[in-house]
Nanobody, 120 residues
Framework: QVQLVESGGGLVQPGGSLRLSCAASGTIFMINAMGWYRRAPGKQRELVATITSGGSTNYTDSVKGRFTISRDNAKNTMYLQMGSLKPEDTAVYYC??????????????WGQGTQVTVSS
């Protein structure tokens, strides 16, 4: 079994920064694509950014130039550096990973989410 645990959320003022982390643990042979998603109050979950095992990244337009996704493959950990935060970035942020694990089966996993609130 694989677990994803997010951390780093909190309350920040507009214009501020936060760094989210997502640590994967369990029986892991390889992690393919990883990504950050978010769900704002009253809205559907949306993709924020993704990163491949090779480091190729993709961002939703609303965070381009403000957020940076990265990963440390040796630590099975992914990060989201968020800057110039806006109130509309307020949401629960979830990490997602495609993991080659036990019995060499690839499965998709989700973390439990971490709250990010941008408010003065």
């Amino acid at each position: 079994q694989v677990q994803l645990v997010e951390s780093g959320g909190g309350l920040v003022q507009p214009g501020g920064s936060l760094r989210l982390s997502c640590a994967a643990s369990g029986t892991i042979f390889m992690i393919n694509a990883m990504g950050w998603y978010r769900r704002a109050p009253g809205k559907q979950r949306e993709l924020v950014a993704t990163i491949t095992s090779g480091g190729s990244t993709n961002y939703t337009d609303s965070v381009k130039g403000r957020f940076t996704i990265s990963r440390d493959n040796a630590k099975n950990t992914m990060y989201l550096q968020m800057g110039s935060l806006k109130p509309e970035d307020t949401a629960v942020y979830y990490c997602n990973a495609e993991v080659l694990g036990l019995h060499y089966i690839t499965q998709n996993y989700w973390g439990q989410g971490t709250q990010v609130t941008v408010s003065s």
